[in-house]
């Protein structure tokens, strides 16, 4: 190999290996029989571990219950599955990695060093979702019309049908008129269409 090609590649490979050694999970990659060729220093800091003393060994002399080589074998990526180290819960993925013409390498990742974790992060996800939904419907609420067909008073059967006419004009997707003389509830009416159509979260 040119010494300048050797060299750019050395430099590309020292690159990624910072990149890797910063992400704040832990990392392994390892080969096709479980034998670790990258161990980030945050993962080994974690498992009080030399990275440069782990590489070369199988990664199940190195990561307690390691599957590492059975995703080699299989080919199939675990993602988010508990992982007990140390006594601790951990989340983890495993990712094979197909090159061609070097088998099948495996990439995994400590996502959360606590199962606690994941609980936490799901009752944020589920306290966002309340929020959200919250908003929404004070949204629909400060946007939506000022009357509903609950507010028109009247029981005889022209009003009913007058209402069922209302309800049937909200489901039609294009705009409708409504003729009357002065004072008859034209405006009335139109909110309450409004409100009954699809459209109700938007501006009247």
């Known amino acids: 190999m040119d010494p300048q090609n050797k060299k750019d590649l050395e430099d590309k490979i020292r690159f990624y290996e910072t990149v890797l050694d910063h992400i704040q999970n832990g990392i392994v990659i390892t080969d096709h029989e479980g034998k670790i060729i990258f161990f980030s220093k945050t993962y080994g800091s974690f498992l009080e571990i030399n990275p440069e003393e ?28 508990p992982h007990r180290i140390m006594g ?12 061609d013409g070097q088998g099948i390498f495996v990439f ?26 919250f908003y929404e ?43 009357g003389e002065s004072g008859t509830g034209k405006e009335l009416f139109a909110h309450a269409i409004h409100y009954a159509s699809d459209r109700r979260i938007y501006p009247f």
């Open 54 to 81: 782990a590489v070369g060994k199988n990664c199940s002399e190195v990561v307690e219950n390691s599957r590492m080589h059975l995703v080699a074998a299989t080919g199939i990526a675990e993602i988010n599955q």
């Open 88 to 99: 601790q819960d951990m989340v983890v993925q495993r990712i094979p990695l197909a090159i």
């Open 108 to 133: 995994g990742q400590v996502m959360f060093k606590d199962v606690k974790d994941v609980h936490t992060l799901a009752k944020k996800l589920s306290d966002l979702e309340s929020k959200v939904e």
């Open 137 to 179: 419907k004070e949204l629909v609420s400060l946007r939506s019309s000022k009357f509903t067909l609950d507010h028109i008073i009247g029981e005889s059967e022209g009003m009913a049908e007058i209402k069922n006419l209302a309800l049937k004009a909200a489901q039609v997707q294009a705009p409708v008129l409504i003729l």
